[in-house]
């Protein structure tokens, strides 16, 4: 799924670029509203977020255009104006959600998984049925899981990790091969992205993380989930 944010401050672009890969979505930045116009027109994005304040182009009226051209593609404004009338402006523009800096992370994952599960609700022709792994229920349309009458909240790599392991069970993947279909082939990955993703994973589903019987570790091959 693929993002496009758009925000003049480079740092806040770039921390907000970093929480959304982070997330596993696709990102595509632009410093600027011209920028943000011409990337929407050539990828078509599944969600935008923009800041307001930007440098020729504001984000209202980059929000306009996009929806004289789409009225679904759900928007996010995020920005430094707090005034309710500004909130009001950018939900009667048509925004589907409106972020305050300066954020927090988890604020803006929520918010941001919020949009997701409406995205994927609208594309209902590729919605992705729940599944199971021993007594963890996974439903992806959702981006949660439930264990043992606990719901559990997902990113959308998470579910897609889960999914790898759900189709292969069993089978040893590897590094590579968890970070090509998670990641995406040209990522680069750190030597511990996989394992702390694992961990994380593992204290949301595994009754006890430190034994896990989910997902296991096959030393210097992979991980394997164990039906």
């Known amino acids: 799924m693929r993002v496009l944010v758009a925000e003049d401050d480079r740092r806040t672009r770039e921390g907000l670029c970093e929480i959304l890969e ?3 979505y696709e990102v595509l930045s632009a410093a600027d509203g011209k920028e943000a116009l011409e990337l929407f027109s050539r990828e078509r994005p599944d969600f935008v977020c923009l800041d307001i304040m930007m440098p020729g182009v504001s984000g209202y009226d980059v929000c306009r255009q996009i929806r004289a051209d789409d009225k679904r593609v759900p928007l996010i404004f995020i920005s430094a104006k ?3 009338i500004d909130k009001v402006l950018g939900l009667e523009l048509g925004a589907d959600d409106f972020i305050v800096k300066p954020f927090g992370v988890k604020e803006v994952v929520a918010r941001i998984r919020a ?4 995205c994927i609700e609208a594309r209902g022709d590729v919605q992705q049925s729940p599944f199971s792994l021993k007594d963890v229920e996974v439903f992806p349309d959702q981006l949660r899981a439930r264990h043992r009458g606990h719901e559990i909240e997902l990113s959308l790599r998470e579910v897609g990790i889960l999914d790898l392991f759900h189709r292969n069970p069993g089978v040893v993947l590897d590094r590579n091969t968890i970070f090509n279909e998670c990641w995406g082939q040209n990522y680069l990955p750190s030597s511990r992205t996989l394992d702390q993703h694992i961990s994380k994973l593992r204290k949301k ?4 993380p430190k034994e896990p019987q989910i997902i296991k570790t096959v030393h210097g091959a992979g991980y394997r989930f164990e039906e």
């Open 115 to 118: 949009v997701t599960r409406r």
């Open 82 to 84: 707090s005034e309710e």
């Open 22 to 24: 982070a997330e596993g």
């Open 205 to 208: 589903i595994e009754s006890d």
